[in-house]
């Protein structure tokens, strides 16, 4: 850790910093079994995600369409239980990956404690409490979210949009094609509103620590004064 970063609040670093990303994805590493389970469980929900249309189109086209009342109920009993893997799935593999964000959490935790035991007592002359706090506990929350909640969302999502793809290609071709030609606007558009919004976290983040350092100066003030 940096002394003089610390004692900065500029915001100077990329937009995305992937070595950045690299070091916190070590920590995945180290879980390697709880990691490979979460997705398992993910693998199956997004399975269970692609076939559910396909089941209800096949209960459209060849059940209700000619009035085959038994292929109807039988297509529908293959959904009901298609969706109830999904449902329980996916609640494994969200608490699957909010236990492994707190074990991630308890480890940068205490690496941070004994880090901060080598610290020079003039370092903690220069930078406030408020702001160390803010570091601390704010900044380490944010990292927790990332874990057990954004990253659920994140590797679901790629892997339902990469399924939908390969489904819709091997459907019809061309008009999948023609469905991505709105993309070419959109994605500089979110690339672009992306940055700026990081940009915004950013800044919050240093008014916040700045705040923060304020406050616990005038309160620890309040003693001498």
């Known amino acids: 850790m940096d002394h003089e970063k610390l004692t900065k609040d500029e915001i100077s670093f ?15 590493k180290e879980e390697k079994k709880i990691v490979f389970l979460s997705l398992v469980f993910v693998l199956l929900s997004t399975a269970c ?4 249309p396909r089941l209800i189109g096949y209960a459209v086209d060849l059940g209700i369409r000619k009035l085959d009342i038994n292929f ?33 959490i308890l480890k940068i935790r205490n690496q941070l404690f004994r880090k901060m035991q080598y610290f020079k007592i003039a370092f903690y002359d220069k930078i406030s409490v408020g702001r160390l706090v803010t570091r601390l506990t704010n900044d380490m929350s944010s990292i927790g979210d ?12 790629i892997l339902v949009i990469i399924g939908t793809i ?16 709105p993309l070419l606007i959109i994605i500089p558009v979110v690339v672009k ?6 940009n915004s ?25």
């Open 14 to 28: 990329k937009v995305y910093d992937w070595r950045m990303a690299l070091r916190l994805f070590y920590y995945l």
């Open 49 to 52: 995600t692609l076939i559910s």
């Open 72 to 104: 109807t109920i039988k297509i529908s009993f293959y959904y009901l239980f298609c969706e109830l893997v999904k449902f329980l799935s996916t609640i494994v593999y969200i608490l699957i990956f909010q236990w492994l964000g707190q074990i991630i």
């Open 146 to 157: 990332l874990f057990s909640t954004g990253l659920i969302y994140v590797i679901g999502d």
């Open 166 to 181: 390969i489904v819709m290609f091997i459907l019809n071709f061309k008009l999948t094609l023609l469905v991505f030609i």
């Open 193 to 198: 509103f992306s940055k700026e919004l990081r």
């Open 201 to 225: 976290f950013r800044e919050l983040k240093a008014i916040l620590a700045r705040m923060n350092s304020f406050i616990s100066e005038a309160l620890s003030g309040m003693k001498t004064i």
